[in-house]
């Protein structure tokens, strides 16, 4: 029988469509390339099977260099921005990045995590887990080391490291309140994010204290600038419409504005709109975005700390690291053209 000659680079390449370098560069997080690119070349690796390669090398007794990274997605800016950062802090301590997508799919997230268990990577960096709450203590008892990223869910002895979203929502609409705001429209993230639950506790708790909480200003999101657009454009129907609007992301809020121009509005002179992230973006797309900022470098960079103190034997069970967010005042938010009392 002839032996099935080994997958190389340059096969996944010819099957994705792509040259052989960004291959190289898709499968070690680094480098910026597009989602589609990077879906294509993921797809093409797996139906190869070239990531088994990596697995072999483990099982031979060897470490394979490298660090797994499991995103709901790339087209977040926020995401895109976070896997930049962990793949410059693991290429500083001699590691790679291999970084997965699971379009917030929790099957999908399911068998990305197994798969890393099995042994392609040495340490698993799982960001915003949409159904590891399913399994968690399955991936607590598991030989390769985890860290959580901006994981909001149940009790875990599983070390996460994540960006405070409480707080910083609570000064963002403080900020539209002192600005005369009283009508303030909220739109959602994802259902399965826990980061977006303490953004809507924040916007719930806040106007319920300033007696101003009305349901009918609230719309469900996914963070995409398409659900943005839509509840934007539900909000200014109504009778009375709010003379502020904050989305739980800034693509959201980028579909907000969308909204305000198809209606004839001006930014901020008849609408306000604030989003949450401070993606690269916010600052460039005209009036500038007022939003709220992670540290994303410092989250990225405890991660990745954390996950190798593990890969070395040290103890971080139970450990949570929790970075401070920060309101960032632009000029997408003013006082309304007729503030109410």
């Known amino acids: 029988m002839r032996r099935r000659a080994r997958t190389t680079l340059v096969d996944v390449a010819r ?33 190869l099977g070239y990531v088994a390669n990596t697995a072999a090398r483990r099982l031979r007794g060897g470490a394979t260099r490298i660090l797994g990274m499991v995103v709901p997605e790339l087209v977040s800016p926020y995401f895109a921005e976070l896997a930049r950062a962990a793949a410059d802090a693991a290429g500083r301590c001699g590691y790679d990045l291999g970084l997965f997508t699971t379009s917030r799919d929790p099957q999908r997230e399911r068998e990305r995590i197994q798969s ?9 960096l799982l960001v915003v887990p949409v159904g590891a709450g399913e399994f968690l203590s399955t991936l607590e008892q598991s030989q390769v080391p985890i860290v959580l990223i901006n994981y909001f869910g149940g009790a875990t002895h599983l070390p996460v490291v994540r960006g ?18 009283r009508r303030i429209g909220f739109i959602g993230g994802a259902e399965h994010s826990g980061q977006a ?47 502020a609007i904050f989305a739980g992301s800034d693509l959201m809020a980028f579909g907000v504005m969308e ?11 008849d609408l306000s709109i ?22 994303i470098a410092d989250i990225a960079e405890a991660s990745v700390r954390l996950l190798l103190e593990a890969i070395e034997g040290n103890p971080v069970r139970d450990q949570l690291l929790e970075f401070p967010s920060r309101l960032v005042v632009r000029g997408s938010t003013a006082p309304p053209k007729t503030p109410l009392p």
């Open 116 to 124: 890393l268990l099995g042994g392609m990577a040495d340490g698993l």
């Open 259 to 269: 909204a305000a121009q198809e209606r004839g509005l001006q930014v901020p002179a």
């Open 164 to 181: 405070e979203n409480y707080e910083g929502t609570v000064a963002l609409l403080h900020h539209l309140l002192a600005l005369g705001h």
């Open 15 to 47: 099957l994705a469509g792509v040259s052989a370098v960004t291959v190289s560069k898709v499968l070690n997080g680094k480098g910026h390339i597009s989602p589609e690119t990077q879906e294509k070349v993921q797809r093409a690796a797996a139906l």
């Open 197 to 243: 639950k303490e953004r809507y506790r924040a916007y719930r708790e806040v106007m319920r204290a300033a007696g101003l909480w009305d349901e009918t200003l609230v719309q469900p999101g996914d963070f995409t600038r398409r659900k943005g657009l839509e509840g934007a454009r539900a909000l200014l129907g109504l009778p009375s419409p709010p003379t």
């Open 274 to 295: 604030a989003g949450f992230d401070d993606s690269p973006l916010a600052s460039l797309i005209p009036p500038g975005l007022t939003t709220v900022a992670h540290p």
